[in-house]
């Protein structure tokens, strides 16, 4: 499951944005303040180069049906499955600074820890849930989701995880899950590096989660 998830996010951020699901019409929440002095780098795997989403992309992106699934009643359905929930947070250099204009690509399970159906022992077309952001002036994003299961079937099921994928032309590429905090999962072990949140409910129910993300450069 984990290389082929590996091949899954090397193939959508080079094929851009496409598929991405509906756009939330709010505008982002204000910055976060959760980056400490120095901003020490978020822990995940760094790679050459850099994929950027095109001029245009938003900074608040709704996760969806996309990438080999199409959208329709059924997709969306099951899209919908878990508890609402939105990601939040700020991209920032190691310097402290925000930065805008840094691509976001996110996928993810839905509430019953499946990526897309399964047919046989195939591990399922992703996704019911991913989408593509671009983080604003002053280095937003916002993701509208649902709280990812464990991995269906899985044992020892590895922790509930979202995968993000991180892209900036002065930074390269960063590949790193946020997890959550008191997830059992965790105890597992598990060999991609990832940020472990403490979601907050809001007063209607929606869990919020703050992902701060700090670039090795520039």
Request: hydrophobic share 35%; with cysteine.
């Amino acid at each position: 499951m984990r290389l082929w998830l590996a091949s899954v996010l090397v193939t959508t951020l080079l094929v851009g944005a496409g598929g991405c699901g509906p756009q939330a019409a709010r505008s982002v929440s204000a910055p976060s303040t959760s980056a400490t002095a120095g901003c020490p780098t978020t822990a995940g795997s760094w790679q050459g180069g850099a994929d950027q989403a095109p001029p245009g992309t938003p900074a608040v992106v709704k996760l969806g049906p996309g990438m080999e699934l199409t959208p329709n009643a059924i997709t969306l359905a099951a899209a919908s499955k878990g508890t609402p929930m939105r990601v939040t947070g700020v991209v920032y250099s190691r310097t402290c600074r925000p930065l805008a204009g840094v691509s976001i690509r996110a996928l993810q399970t839905n509430g019953d820890g499946e990526y897309g159906p399964v047919v046989g022992d195939q591990p399922g077309a992703c996704c019911y849930l991913q989408g593509l952001a671009l983080t604003d002036g002053a280095g937003r994003y916002e993701l509208d989701t649902v709280r990812p299961g464990h991995y269906k079937g899985a044992y020892p099921a590895p922790p509930a995880h979202i995968h993000i994928s991180v892209s900036h032309l002065g930074s390269g590429h960063l590949e790193t899950e946020l997890q959550f905090a008191g997830d059992p999962g965790l105890k597992n072990g598990r060999p991609d590096p990832g940020v472990p949140v403490t979601p907050t409910r809001e007063a209607d129910g929606t869990l919020h989660a703050l992902f701060d993300i700090v670039l090795s450069e520039p």
